[in-house]
């Protein structure tokens, strides 16, 4: 997708060297930044310079590029692997990347084992672009037949960032909004704010901007009284693990969203990659959910009347903070789930059906 103009992907390699765009500075400065060491891609998916599953399973692969070009060591790529792993814990992709990976690597000569990689995790990062390309067609679908009953602007809310910038290109949840948007759809899109690190104002909005979507940023707790009033025609959110039952765990609040919906008779989407299916876990309580730096909530960044980045303290001192990262919503809340083999209903039955 673009930025000024010019078409970037998150992420790519480029002279022994790993470029990302760097998220956290975003939407006020843009910057490439260069990840020379597995370190550097542990640091870079623990502090957010890049997130969203899809984007974290490519940079962890890439990661093991790095590390393999940094020491060519068995003991080396194992312990990397699994530092890798650890880095953040709730998106399965990050595992899913890795795990491919060394599945690849398993065996192979010190020789070629660079060459190896990097061919895979270039594959990975390739086999995302192709998946989100397709849930976007998929889900265009969809925004095509409200269109066709509405005869007017679809309005479309999304939660966080499920955009181009938390996958390789194209996003997911943006992905058929994309599409709608080359095909003439007319569209508006409701952007949650998505506290504590505003990914939806910071990231989406500013995504939807270069595209010239139409879209309007709100408070996380306006959604409700927007499909009240009839305002949203449906919602479209990511994922960072759906279980194979169709229970979705995404970013915090995304929960609350799909009860709103479902008592205003309002469609909820959700839109993954089959990286993104955790086959494995069958209860949703077994989903590690990440709890992360209280200051992400008791303290906001942004620009002050001097054009400089600031970061202010906006509660008590003495308060404490909770920061959880994630929530789950049951199946039952989930209209369908749209992937790249097509859309299926959010449960065990839709899903081998379409990943046997």
């Not at 623990?46 to 590390?67: D, F, N």
Request: aromatic share 6%; net charge neutral; with cysteine.
């Amino acid at each position: 997708m673009k930025i000024n103009g010019q078409s970037y992907r998150t992420i790519w390699f480029e002279n022994n060297v790993v470029k990302i765009i760097d998220q956290t500075k975003l939407p006020h400065q843009f910057i490439i930044k260069d990840l020379k060491t597995v370190k550097d891609s542990i640091n870079a998916i623990k502090t957010m310079e890049v997130r969203g599953a899809p984007l974290i399973g490519a940079t962890a692969a890439y990661g093991l590029v790095l590390s393999i070009n940094e020491k060519n060591d068995l003991s080396f790529l194992k312990q990397s692997s699994e530092e890798l792993i650890n880095s953040r814990p709730t998106a399965i992709n990050l595992k899913w990347a890795v795990d491919r990976m060394m599945k690849k690597l398993s065996g192979v000569n010190n020789k070629d084992i660079f060459n190896i990689a990097l061919k895979e995790a270039q594959a990975i990062a390739e086999e995302d672009v192709e998946f989100c390309k397709n849930i976007g067609l998929n889900g265009l679908k969809i925004i095509e037949e409200i269109a066709n009953k509405k005869k007017d602007t679809v309005n479309i809310l999304t939660h966080c960032n499920a955009g181009w910038l938390a996958t390789i290109d194209w996003g997911t949840a943006t992905s058929p909004i994309y599409h709608a948007h080359q095909k003439g759809v007319k569209v508006h899109v409701w952007v949650d704010e998505t506290r504590p690190r505003n990914q939806g104002a910071n990231l989406t909005s500013y995504e939807l901007n270069e595209e010239g979507i139409p879209n309007t940023i709100i408070a996380d707790n306006t959604g409700g009284i927007l499909m009240q009033r009839g305002e949203v025609d449906m919602c479209i959110v990511g994922t960072d693990r759906t279980l194979s039952n169709g229970d979705v765990c995404n970013k915090i609040g995304t929960y609350l969203k799909a009860l709103a919906a479902k008592d205003n008779n309002v469609p909820f989407y959700v839109a993954l990659p089959s990286s993104t299916i955790d086959w494995n876990i069958k209860d949703h309580k077994d989903i590690p959910i990440e709890e992360r730096n209280s200051e992400e909530l008791s303290y906001v960044e942004g620009l002050d009347k001097n054009n400089k980045l600031q970061k202010i303290l906006i509660y008590p001192h003495k308060s404490k903070v909770m920061n959880l990262a994630f929530d789950v919503t049951p199946a039952k809340y989930v209209t369908a789930l749209i992937t790249e083999k097509g859309v299926c209903e959010a449960s065990e039955q839709g899903l081998e059906g379409l990943f046997k």
